[in-house]
């Protein structure tokens, strides 16, 4: 039941103060999904909320925001915002900068890129990945395109190891089902929907499943809010979820629970699967996850009987573990085979099926034609295998790995990186082992960063160019198709950019300008390159700026019949059109290193550093080690210094079983030293009941002090609290396929005695 | 009698995600560190692996017979006729008693020692909108309404619970 208000307007509530809508990057640039109004008076921004016109979380009215939503105007005025362009005038990491012109900034970019063309070529320049950021997926493409390089270093952490798992094995990614009051049994794997977009619609589309009856599963290593609602808990060792998975196929296959008419007519090598799952037993499973192998009976019984059912594969099993690749496999065909695939309630095959969007818009072009045509073969550290990538399945282009890539500036190997973008990502924090990483930084050739804040990275740069917040540029706009309609909103500048930050949008122009790019940049002008975005729609940008409601067509047409069980379609790019058990789409084919090959089985590999993967190391590092990847109270590393988040969480926290911390005589509150065989960082304890005591959990990236509260922030190398520091990075242990990294370790723990700021 | 308002909350929808509490903040203009007019709070119980957690967003929860309003020595505390509680600051002592009386310790005390409290964000309803605190939540956790339009969610919500254990 949907809350309507009666009578809620955006009226203002003073005729002298201004409401202007725009949207929220609070969940990071690549989710700008929730419109907002802010309030500006006297030319500040003062206040914020949900814009009801904007189909935010469950749509038409809808005026919710999440915490971080809710600290706009904090965000935006943080002390440490760049507002200047800068060049380094200490040392590489010194943090010693010289204020200069836009002009002499961009000049020098200008210049060294053309150099380093000129002089390596094109491939050595690369830029850092963020997520899926609009602005690098089109201007940033399209400037790599045209300059002729294809190093975008992506993270191999996001979402795109877990679609590549997916579409290699079923054919497709499917991120909800439907409609979720349909699924009967929702099975949360390692997702974390309460912490990554508390407003995008699943907790509370979850929420309503739960209320009217729907059953759920939650398999993660703490006991996270919507895990407190769930009837069954698998609290599982982190980075062992293949060994979970495969134990729940055993079970599903040998108790013969699976859909023997699909596994038939759609499913590719059944009996190998079969044969193979006969040595992951529960009991087997059992020792590899912590897991009693009865409770992995009770769960792989219910995946295995109520229907429909939808498993949400999430960003702690699929992209941070270095099988996931295997783990993600190995859970699409616990759906195949119990029949779950497209079918109403479980794993949809598609987008969400409410009618053709009424509203056209043109895709910014990424000028894929002026790329020199061996790009592939160029990259210096292929995210995924150079078949795979030619074969045209990446979904942003060509990738190299972010951290192997990084890397090569150290070992020059295929070739070093010597020029690099690192806006908008901070690598110390990003990936793993940030003290190679700053090595690496240190020995580039030239480096430029466009960011909002002093991150700790900016440090390294050569030059810094000030990018403004979401609140305050007019150059992006936001398409919505919902089962109501069709809207359409755009940005607009609440306030004029502090200082002289320039939204990233603009920044590529002026820079593609400076390098004599101007013809396929809009000749700098942004609204060209709006009005060339909005050409089909028939909306001039006056219109769509005059439109604080933003335009809705509503629909008028009932959406057609839903579409199910689509399977020729859905697997159509699979050997023999099929669900691949036995997968001859990855199987024997070359890994992205290009040494080894893939498997044809979903083999598990489990953590490099795992209680019973490594039992020598667990003598001297007896506890687990894991982090949550993205946060409530902050986004990724950043927002550690917006004050109404950081109070929320002052310290660097390490989530304990009061039972395991009292063994180790430490009290709820005192300092630890976590060390791992690759460092040592320090954490505050907090006790939690809802985790394993061989389990402990933090979060990543302290890097940010917090003025208001004269809390400090703490750095990413031994004795700091960035927990990548303790993390395994030999790059012959990454997934074989996708390159993803583990972001699990054993460690030991004592407590710090001294006082700590 | 003139229609009263209220808040009601859901337990089973809160996940802890305190956008209700930054939100009253950031309306209120609230110093970070300081007073809180609604928070949420946890209760953990059990023992791995057999652990419970519940959340609870609390605020001033505008009694229909206010504890706070009896206890105030000086009047400063009274119930509109839309049974708004608020508290009329100017004749606030900072003697502390409604925090004594209040049995969801609503009273806040800050810089200036004088009481402060929920007033239902008084702006907004005037204005024919919902308190902030309600209008942000993303799970509809927390909601806000007359008393007989929030006694519908809550006969909705028995009902599902009810169907649900069926």
Known sequence: ?757 | MKRQYGFYFDSDRCIKCKACEVACKQWKGIKAGTIKLRRVEEVTSGVFPEVKRRFISISCEHCAQAPCITACPTGAIIKRPDGIVIVERDKCTGCRACLEACPFGAPQFGEDGLMQKCDMCLDRVENGQTPMCAATCPTQALRWGTLDRVSVFATHNALNKFAKNQ
């Open chain 1, 1 to 757: 039941m949907t809350q309507k208000d009666e009578g809620t307007t955006i009226a203002d509530l003073n005729p002298n103060n201004k409401i202007i809508p725009t949207f929220c990057h609070g969940c990071g640039a690549a989710k700008p999904k929730c419109g907002i109004l802010c309030h500006v008076v006297a030319g500040k921004f003062v206040r914020v909320e949900g814009n009801p016109e904007a189909f935010n979380n469950w749509g038409a009215g809808c005026t919710s925001l999440c915490a971080k939503g809710n600290t706009g105007p904090q965000f935006l005025y943080a002390p440490k915002r760049l507002q200047y362009p800068m060049k380094r005038a200490g040392d590489k990491g010194e943090g010693r900068f010289t204020r200069i012109s836009w002009d002499e900034a961009l000049e020098t970019i200008a210049y060294k890129l053309k150099e380093n063309k000129r002089k390596y070529g094109a491939e050595s320049f690369g830029v850092l990945s963020p997520e899926i950021w609009p602005v690098l997926d089109t201007f940033g493409r399209r400037f790599l395109n045209v300059y002729g390089s294809p190093n975008y270093l992506h993270s191999a952490l996001c979402a795109t190891p877990r679609m590549a798992a997916c579409k290699a094995t079923i054919g497709f990614r499917s991120i909800a089902p439907d409609d979720w009051s349909k699924t009967k049994l929702i099975v949360n794997w390692g997702g974390n929907c309460e912490n990554s977009g508390i407003n995008l619609g699943q907790p509370n589309d979850i929420l309503n499943a739960l209320e009217t009856g729907s059953k759920m599963i939650d398999i993660r290593p703490m006991l996270d809010p919507l895990g407190a609602k769930a009837d069954v808990w698998l609290p599982v060792r982190p980075g062992t979820d293949g060994a979970l998975a495969l134990a729940i196929l055993n079970i599903i296959i040998n108790e013969n629970l699976y859909d023997a008419d699909f596994v038939e007519k759609w499913c590719y090598g059944f009996d190998k699967l079969a044969a193979y799952v006969q040595r992951n037993t529960p009991e087997w499973a059992e020792n590899k996850t912590g897991i009693p192998a009865d409770k992995i009976r009770l769960a792989a019984r219910m995946m295995g009987t109520i229907k429909p059912s939808f498993i949400k594969i999430g960003n702690g099993v699929g992209d941070q573990t270095n099988d996931g690749t295997a783990v993600v496999s190995a859970i699409c065909l616990i759906s195949a085979i119990t029949g779950n695939l497209d079918v109403p309630g479980g794993l949809l095959g598609g987008l969400p099926q409410v009618g053709a969007p009424l509203i056209k818009t043109n895709q910014i072009a990424k000028l894929n034609e002026k790329a020199p045509t061996d790009l592939v073969d160029k990259l210096v550290a292929p995210e995924t295998p150079k078949w795979y990538q030619k074969m045209g399945f990446m979904p942003h282009g060509p990738t190299s790995a972010y951290y192997k890539a990084l890397m090569s500036i150290l070992s020059g190997k295929p070739y070093p990186l010597r020029v690099l973008n690192a806006s908008c990502s901070n690598p110390l924090s990003a990936t793993r082992n940030p003290r190679r990483v700053a090595e690496a930084l240190k020995k580039l050739d030239f480096m430029f960063v466009a960011d909002i804040y002093h991150a700790s990275h900016v440090d390294y740069a050569d030059i810094v160019l000030p990018a403004c917040t979401s609140y305050e540029h007019s150059d992006q706009i936001c398409i919505k198709n919902v089962k109501e309609g069709t809207w359409l909103g755009i940005y607009n500048k609440i306030i004029e950019p502090l200082g002289e930050s320039r939204s990233d949008w603009q920044i590529y122009l002026d820079l593609a300008v400076k390098m004599g790019y101007g013809e396929d940049f809009w000749n700098g002008n942004m609204d060209a390159c709006l009005r060339e975005q909005l050409a089909p729609s028939g909306i001039s940008l006056e219109e769509l700026r005059n439109s604080p409601k933003g335009i809705f067509i509503k629909r008028t047409q009932p959406a057609p019949a839903p579409q199910y069980q689509r399977y020729t379609q859905l697997f159509k790019d699979l050997p023999h059109g099929k669900v691949q058990c036995y997968n001859e789409f990855l199987g024997g084919k070359d890994s992205c290193d290009g040494v080894s090959k893939l498997n044809y089985l979903p083999v598990y590999q489990g953590p490099p550093e795992g209680i019973a993967e490594t039992p020598e190391l667990l003598k001297e590092y007896p506890l687990v080690l894991s982090d949550v990847h993205a946060h409530r109270y902050s986004h990724h590393s950043f927002m550690q210094d917006v004050p109404y988040l950081r109070e929320q969480q002052p310290y660097p926290w390490l989530k304990i079983n009061p039972a395991a911390a009292k063994k180790y005589g430490i009290a709820d509150g005192d300092w630890v030293r976590v060390e791992s065989p690759h460092g040592w960082s320090k954490f505050k304890a907090e006790y939690f009941a809802g985790i394993s005591p061989e389990v402990l959990m933090t979060k990543r990236g302290w890097w940010q002090g917090c003025d208001e509260l004269g809390l400090p922030g703490y750095n990413e190398f031994d004795g700091g609290s960035e927990v990548n520091n303790l993390y395994n990075a030999n790059e012959k242990l990454f997934d074989k396929f996708h390159s993803q990294m583990a972001k699990q370790t054993l460690v030991k723990i004592s407590k710090i005695e001294e006082a700590q700021p």
